[in-house]
């Protein structure tokens, strides 16, 4: 069993500030990329950031120089800090773990989602 649990969402005003955690927890060897994507009303998910096992970290032009990814691997855990909120950053964040495991036919990654943290931002 495999979860994948978000957390930190919430209303925030115009330039305030969110940070969102995420941790897996299961049964896995290791976690490879964790990744912050999100999906407003009537839009496709699209990525925010991610952060590979060695803290390489890949941003969406919209969100570079406000927003910061950072993970703990002791902890399994990935974090999302959001600064200088828009209105235009309210929307569903959903986190996501490559997971590398074992279930006793060789190993293999896979990916898992967590169930989404909703923010908004209010003008």
């Known amino acids: 069993q495999v979860q994948v649990v978000e957390s930190g969402g919430g209303l925030v005003q115009t330039g305030g500030s969110l940070r969102l955690s995420c941790a897996a927890s299961?049964?896995?060897?290791?976690?490879?990329?964790m990744g912050w994507y999100r999906q407003a009303p009537g839009k496709q998910r699209e990525l925010v950031a991610s952060?590979?096992?060695?803290?390489?970290?890949n941003y969406a032009d919209s969100v570079k120089g406000r927003f910061t990814i950072s993970r703990d691997n002791a902890k399994n855990t990935v974090y999302l800090q959001m600064n200088s909120l828009k209105p235009e950053d309210t929307a569903v964040y959903y986190c996501?773990?490559?997971?590398?495991?074992?279930?006793?036919?060789?190993?293999?990654?896979?990916?898992?989602w967590g169930q989404g943290t909703q923010v908004t931002v209010s003008s």
């Open positions: 952060v590979t096992r060695g803290d390489n970290t």
């Open positions: 299961g049964s896995f060897i290791s976690i490879n990329v």
């Open positions: 996501n773990a490559d997971l590398y495991m074992d279930l006793g036919r060789g190993k293999f990654e896979s990916r898992y």
